[in-house]
């Protein structure tokens, strides 16, 4: 479940940062490119650990991996986001991704060329793994 905001009943901020952070769930679950690539700086990088194997990968390695193997995830939904000012933290939990895979990430967002966009993924594996 990610969270939408149809009303005017959110500030203006949170319902930005909320945007981008539906254009990951909806990128990384269903393979789209365009909407992760929106979503991350191009210098972002994500960091986790998962099946015995350490990872720290870029924007461009991580959007092939999701385009190859898209998430498909059963829920995915955000359950913290903190703002200060050009600066914010959200944290997403997905289960059955990939299947089997649940994940508890956290990234975070920096206003950067006039736009928030995410700087950095980290996740931890909660259960299963890659398929």
């Known amino acids: 479940m990610k969270i939408d905001f149809e009303g005017n009943n959110m500030p203006e901020v949170l319902k930005e940062v909320t945007r981008v952070m539906n254009l990951y769930i ?13 979503a991350f700086h191009s210098s972002a990088h994500w960091f ?37 000012g050009t600066a914010a933290r959200a944290t997403v939990k997905e289960e059955g991704f990939w299947g089997t895979a649940s994940f508890t990430n956290f990234f975070n ?5 006039g736009c928030w966009q ?14």
């Open 26 to 38: 909806d990128g990384a679950g269903n393979g789209n490119a365009d909407q992760m690539n929106e």
């Open 48 to 84: 986790g650990a998962m099946d015995g194997v350490d990872y720290d990968m870029d924007k461009e390695g991580f959007v092939a991996l999701m385009v190859e193997t898209p998430g498909h995830p059963s829920m995915s939904e955000i359950v913290d986001i903190q703002i200060d």
């Open 109 to 113: 967002l920096s206003i950067v060329d």
């Open 118 to 131: 995410i700087t950095n993924k980290t996740f931890a594996v909660t259960a299963g793994g890659h398929a």
